[in-house]
């Protein structure tokens, strides 16, 4: 499957200083995935990872959409409140 980023996913990467290599380990290999219940391509993808710049977990969360063979990452979420939102 190929992975393409929206404009406002890779901003959102950027601002946050995520690893893009961090993002795709999120799509392979999640911790928890929701699907939408309006719209059925769409997902939600957890994952805890190691932030490297604030040197400690985090919590990732990317909304996606599949189409064919491609999924598109929308946007990517980060925060710390690991047990809030997983």
Do not use: W
């Amino acid at each position: 499957m190929k992975i393409r980023f929206s404009p406002h996913a890779l901003k959102r990467i950027k601002e946050r200083g995520i690893a893009r290599e961090d993002v795709v380990k999120t799509i392979k290999f999640p911790d928890k995935v929701e699907i939408s219940k309006i719209a059925k391509n769409r997902f939600l993808v957890k994952k805890v990872y190691y932030h490297q710049k604030l040197k400690k977990d985090h919590l990732l969360m990317l909304i996606c959409e599949k189409e064919r063979d491609v999924l598109e990452i929308i946007t990517v979420i980060d925060t710390s409140k690991i047990s809030k939102y997983l």
